[in-house]
């Protein structure tokens, strides 16, 4: 079995957030720091296809706050 770590670091999103209407009329600015394990039943090829394509933790952060 093997582990890799995926980090996503610093991503900078404007999002309507809170919990009073004043709060949500203006956009906030919040950073995100996101760590996810994924394990492999075996160490994966040195290869692009091989491995996780994490750009979907980015895409499905930005739907969501859409």
Known sequence: MALRRIILRDFVIDV????????????????????????YPQQP????????DYDFLRLGILRLVE
């Open 45 to 52: 090829e040195d290869a692009i296809g091989s491995v996780v």
């Open 16 to 39: 309507s957030i809170g919990i009073h209407p004043a709060e949500r009329a203006a956009r906030q600015r919040i950073v995100i720091n996101l760590w996810m394990d994924a394990i």
